[in-house]
């Protein structure tokens, strides 16, 4: 079974502070990994993806996650905070050898940036 | 750009009607997908259709049907609303593959069951 676990359903930081926002997966193989983010009343907004290859991904607006096999893990990070950066955030795995193409969302994880 | 439409963006409707939600992508996507969201649980899958007229139930999919008669459009019917699928539903879209592709998602239609 795959499934996605973000630990924190709310993560406060300072304007200017790095940010790390949690994700650990579950899954039979090796995973494809996703991040999006949701800003109120709108629909998700994909910002970076794990396939292969190097552990640290780098995303849309600065965003950046590493992927640790051993750890089942895959945070999103970013070096400064900003407050345009406060929204809902939602990891996402898929198991590649699996025919389908839906993914496993983790219940999400809203992030405050404090100016 | 990929443009994924929901043709509302709020509803009201009233217990035991039937509602349609629409959902239009202009990227000629195979895949299609309807979630609904809820706080502290994050989305979770109703029904996806790989194909025109081909369907498969997700992880919800009691008191759900879906049509698709058009590669474009993916409607989701709630057959007889009741007050518990009050929600924000979300409709998204994809490629076939690998499986190593982001799917795209509509701005969401918040239903409210009264």
């Known amino acids: 079974a795959q499934s996605v676990a973000q630990p924190e359903d709310q993560v406060n930081v300072a304007e200017g502070n790095p940010l790390t926002v949690k994700c650990t997966y579950s899954?039979?193989?090796?995973?494809?990994l996703f991040w999006y983010v949701q800003y109120p009343n709108r629909g998700l907004q994909f910002l970076l993806k794990?396939?292969?290859?190097?552990?640290l991904v780098k995303g849309s607006y600065g965003f950046e996650a590493e992927f640790n096999k051993s750890q089942t893990s895959f945070h999103l990070k970013k070096p400064s905070a900003l407050v345009s950066d406060s929204a809902l955030y939602f990891c996402?795995?898929?198991?590649?050898?699996?025919?389908?193409?839906?993914?496993?969302f983790g219940t999400g994880t809203r992030l405050t940036v404090i100016p | 750009d990929v443009k994924v439409t929901q043709s509302s963006r709020y509803l009201v409707k009233r217990t035991g009607e039937k509602v349609f939600l629409e959902c239009v992508q202009d990227?000629?996507?195979?895949?299609m997908f309807w979630y609904r969201q809820d706080p502290g649980l994050g989305l979770r899958l109703i029904y996806f259709?790989?194909?025109?007229?081909?369907?498969e139930k997700g992880d919800i999919p009691e008191g759900y049907s879906v049509s698709r008669e058009k590669k474009e459009r993916f409607s989701l019917i709630l057959e007889s609303a009741s007050t518990n699928q009050t929600s924000m539903y979300l409709c998204?879209?994809?490629?076939?593959?690998?499986?190593?592709?982001?799917?795209?998602f509509g701005d969401g239609t918040r239903l409210s069951i009264l």
């Open positions: 259709s790989y194909d025109v007229k081909m369907k």
């Open positions: 996402a795995v898929r198991a590649t050898q699996t025919g389908a193409n839906n993914l496993f």
């Open positions: 794990y396939i292969t290859g190097d552990n």
């Open positions: 990227m000629d996507h195979e895949n």
């Open positions: 899954v039979s193989g090796n995973p494809y």
């Open positions: 998204a879209s994809g490629i076939t593959g690998r499986g190593n592709q982001p799917q795209h």
